[in-house]
């Protein structure tokens, strides 16, 4: 599968591969000013093509890199094809955001979110629920609708790297999986299923590995359309803010 972002775009084609660290990227350095939703700031619009100094994608990518002087974007260290990925990341996440559900009640999401999806058994929101899944209580900040709701209907499409779990079993035969944390050439720091840390020297594992696919099970055919709307309205809400 290969994207490509229309006519102004059509010299560059992107694999998912790429699109996903450009989404990476995206979130680990432009997030600060133009939230995830790209809108952060005034009379900008990443995500629907609303620039002030660009007309095509690679303009875009030339400010990604050089920065506009005399305003607030630096420039980024960045090759050329980095930053490329960043546009073929917004570009991807203007078309999730145009097919993605909407109409979705907050409140009631939460009510998913606390009853039927069980959420809080593996994720936590201002200092409720477990922690063995990643902390949600600012998400809204971070991820799109359209990249929510792939993580809802297929957690496998995109593990992060601070998410990844790690699976061990001991020279005695005990099993222990969790929250990967840190690992080093002698040891491994894991936090387990009940949220305990749990750091493993090497020399006492027969086995270790981790853990390709997420432990987050598929909500696809246990959610209507309806309660993903809703469940995906209460994430994007999460800014770190409490919903009444």
Known sequence: ???????????????????????????????????????????????????????????????????????AMPPNNFTDFAALTIVAYLRSMAAATATTTSGGDPARGKAIYEGKGNCANCHRIRGVGARSGPDLSDIGNLRLAGELEQ????????VSAQNRHFRAVTKEGATITGRLLNEDKYSVQILDSRDR????????????????????????????????????????????????
Do not use: W
């Open 151 to 158: 993580s809802v209907v297929d957690p496998d499409a995109e």
């Open 197 to 244: 840390l749990v750091s493993v020297k090497r020399v006492n594992l027969r086995e270790s590995a981790i853990v390709d696919k997420a432990l987050m099970p598929s909500y696809k055919d246990k959610l209507s359309h309806q309660e993903l709307s809703d469940l995906v309205s209460y994430l994007v809400s999460l800014k770190g803010v409490e919903i009444p």
């Open 1 to 71: 599968m290969v994207f490509t972002a229309g006519t102004l775009f059509a010299q560059h084609s992107f694999t998912p591969i790429d699109i996903e660290d450009g989404g990476r990227l995206y979130r680990a350095n432009c997030t600060v000013c133009h939230d995830a939703r790209g809108d952060g700031v005034p009379g900008i619009d990443l995500m629907h093509g609303k620039f002030r100094h660009a007309k095509t994608d690679d303009d875009i990518a030339a400010i990604i890199r050089t920065g506009i002087p005399g305003t």
